[in-house]
């Protein structure tokens, strides 16, 4: 069973003022992963629940056990706490899963908004919002919820949605190479995290082989020759700083789609070194779409990740939610 903490505290009254109040002081959530980035999740707790305690702040934290998990605490601090805010201590996977459940009740007409301290390995949900990896920054932002904006969610198969992005073939695989990588957690506990996607790019590259699929954008088809990944993105970042589609937004109303054709492997040797900068958009291997529903079919199954996560394989249906989740973010 999950291991759950409670703790309350609340501010008292000063001494001087004799008449008796009902404190009202708003009890946030929390849903913590504490082996998110090779346990840097639990030495960030630690941290912040000092912080918490020391401050006389009321809270209810949740801890993760496994995978899938952070969904149904995210579900029960709603329900039966009635918290308004919810702070995910962990990695992209952590937040995609605590979302998801937050999502599932902001369709019922239930609203509570998400704020993230980073801890995981690429953290690129953390970049698109301008939250700080310094944990007691990122938790002073969550306290003080002064800005927060709607964002998109990209609604897939099996009723799951995903925050970053969604895609089907070479990136796939790399992530699901990476998460089962050992090199992930040695890399972890030394901040560098983000090179395990790199590693696990090169070692996709040399072996993988592309099929041909076809994509759909708003009732429009496209045959795919050679198709290496098709990506839909809700923000610029994936795979730990890769800038898949620069020009993402997840305020407009759309999402992006990038794409990847070639016959020969080392034809895309320049997009390797330049999608971490975003530069590779003007490859003549790389096409972009923009639209509200895509589906994905390919000749073969190709294995589809959803913010980082494994998410089956194609054939792949994907609806976009316009301004279905409340996050809290950084000025």
């Not at 980035?37 to 639990?42: A, Y």
């Not at 983000?194 to 996709?204: A, E, H, P, Q, T």
């Not at 759309?254 to 390797?272: C, E, H, M, N, T």
Request: net charge positive; charged share 15%.
């Amino acid at each position: 069973m999950p291991f759950t903490i409670y703790h309350f505290t609340y501010y008292k009254r000063p001494i001087q003022q004799k008449r008796q109040v009902t404190s009202t002081m708003e009890i946030f959530g929390i849903i913590v992963n504490p082996l998110s980035g090779n346990g840097r999740g639990s030495n960030i707790w630690m941290e912040i629940k000092e912080y918490l305690h020391t401050h006389h702040i009321a809270y209810l934290a949740k801890i993760t056990t496994k995978a899938g998990e952070a969904a149904q605490h995210a579900i029960t601090l709603i329900q039966e706490h009635h918290v308004k805010r919810i702070l995910v201590i962990g990695g992209d996977g952590t937040i995609h899963e605590a979302a998801g459940g937050i999502w599932q009740l902001h369709t019922e007409g239930v609203t509570c908004a998400l704020a993230v301290i980073p801890a995981g390995t690429g953290n690129d949900f953390a970049k698109a919002y301008g939250i700080p990896t310094q944990p007691i920054k990122a938790l002073q932002i969550a306290l003080a919820a002064t800005t927060t904006v709607q964002i998109d969610l990209l609604h897939a198969i099996h009723n799951q949605v995903a925050v970053n992005s969604i895609g089907a073939g070479f990136d796939g695989m790399v992530a699901k190479i990476t998460n089962e990588a050992s090199y992930k957690k040695f890399l972890n506990r030394f901040g560098l995290g983000g090179l395990s996607y790199f590693i696990s790019i090169l070692r996709v590259f040399v072996t993988y082989q592309p099929s041909t699929a076809w994509l759909e954008v708003d009732g429009t088809t496209y045959e795919l020759p050679h198709m290496w990944l098709a990506a839909v993105a809700n923000i610029p970042f994936y795979g730990g700083s890769i800038q898949i589609c620069p020009t993402a937004s997840p305020h407009d109303g759309l999402a992006d789609v990038v794409v990847i054709q070639s016959k020969g492997r080392f034809r895309l040797l320049p997009v390797l070194f330049t999608v971490y900068q975003g530069k590779h958009t003007k490859h003549p291997a790389v096409s972009f779409y923009k639209g509200k529903n895509i589906s994905i079919r390919t000749e073969k199954p190709l294995l589809v990740q959803a913010d980082g996560e494994y998410a089956g394989s194609t054939p792949l249906h994907i609806e976009l939610i316009p301004a279905a989740l409340s996050v809290i973010r950084s000025t």
